[in-house]
């Protein structure tokens, strides 16, 4: 008997109203563990709302948001990302005046457990996880191929080192999902094509579900194993890459009439 997979993340009839606007309207989707699922519609059309919605910045208006089959609907974003939901943002959001060492330390030290009298005292336990959080930010810096710049404040880092950059404090939370929204954002084709080989190395690699919100249609169709489509905050359609390029709606509403992308 074949076993039915249940996903990740759903989100089940999300509503959200600013005032009299809906920026999203009767949003459902399901986002399946070890998958890439892609966001993608034209500007203004309620994704980078569903991000802030399952990451608690926002409440739905309507609706209910499941992560592990447990309603999360309405908690704050701190407690939504210690239960495994991690994010990046469209405007890279480092703390650009540390190094690059200091932007992943502090994320693992979100772990880390002793008091502020052993922190302060250095006992065992403070010496011993700080240890750790260093070894494991510089081990992740040399997965991610950063660990030479460890030394070198995030400002100065190339523009895609800085998008690397960003991902690496993410998964330093140790994500079981990670939502990136618009990673390939001022990019060019050869800085997109190494992010598309980058994301689905780190998928399997790092073992993380990732939903990705994404303008550029030849990254989106080349990773994503399902694609949902937004428009004017409702869904439009969903299905695999081949079905979304084929969708009538989908093409009249975002890909053109010709159906191609860029």
């Given at each position: 008997m074949e076993r039915k997979m249940t996903s990740l993340l759903e989100l089940q009839g999300v509503t959200k109203r600013f005032g009299g606007l809906a920026a999203v309207t009767d949003c459902s989707l399901k986002v399946f563990e070890g998958k890439t699922h892609g966001v993608i519609g034209p500007n203004g059309a309620g994704k980078t709302t569903v991000f802030n919605l399952i990451?608690?910045?926002?409440?739905?208006?309507?609706?209910?948001?499941?992560f592990h089959e447990k309603n999360i609907t309405g908690l704050r974003p701190n407690q939504i990302a210690q239960r495994g939901i991690g994010r990046t943002f469209q405007n890279i959001r480092l703390f650009k005046d540390l190094t690059v060492l200091d932007n992943v330390r502090i994320a693992f030290d979100t772990h880390l457990c002793y008091t502020a009298w052993e922190a302060l005292l250095s006992f065992g336990r403070a010496?011993?996880?700080?240890?750790?959080?260093?070894?494991?930010?510089?081990?992740?810096?040399?997965?991610?191929?950063?660990?030479?710049?460890?030394?070198?404040?995030?400002?100065?880092?190339?523009?895609?080192?800085?998008?690397?950059?960003?991902?690496?404090?993410?998964?330093?939370?140790?994500?079981?999902?990670?939502?990136?929204?618009?990673?390939?954002?001022?990019?060019?084709?050869?800085?997109?094509?190494?992010?598309?080989?980058?994301?689905?190395?780190?998928?399997?690699?790092?073992?993380?579900?990732?939903?990705?919100?994404?303008?550029?249609?030849?990254?989106?169709?080349?990773?994503?194993d399902s694609i949902t489509v937004l428009d004017f905050g409702v869904t439009i359609a969903e299905g695999t890459a081949e079905e979304v390029r084929s969708n009538h709606r989908v093409i009249e509403a975002y890909l053109g009439e010709d159906g191609k992308y860029e």
């Open positions: 990451t608690g910045i926002y409440c739905p208006t309507k609706g209910k948001i499941l010496r011993k996880g700080e240890a750790d959080s260093l070894c494991e930010s510089r081990e992740l810096l040399r997965k991610l191929e950063l660990e030479r710049y460890e030394h070198t404040v995030a400002r100065h880092l190339p523009y895609g080192f800085q998008r690397r950059l960003e991902i690496a404090r993410a998964l330093a939370l140790r994500p079981a999902i990670l939502l990136l929204d618009e990673p390939a954002a001022g990019m060019n084709p050869v800085e997109t094509e190494r992010l598309g080989e980058f994301l689905q190395w780190m998928r399997d690699a790092f073992r993380v579900t990732i939903l990705l919100i994404e303008h550029h249609m030849k990254l989106v169709m080349k990773i994503c």
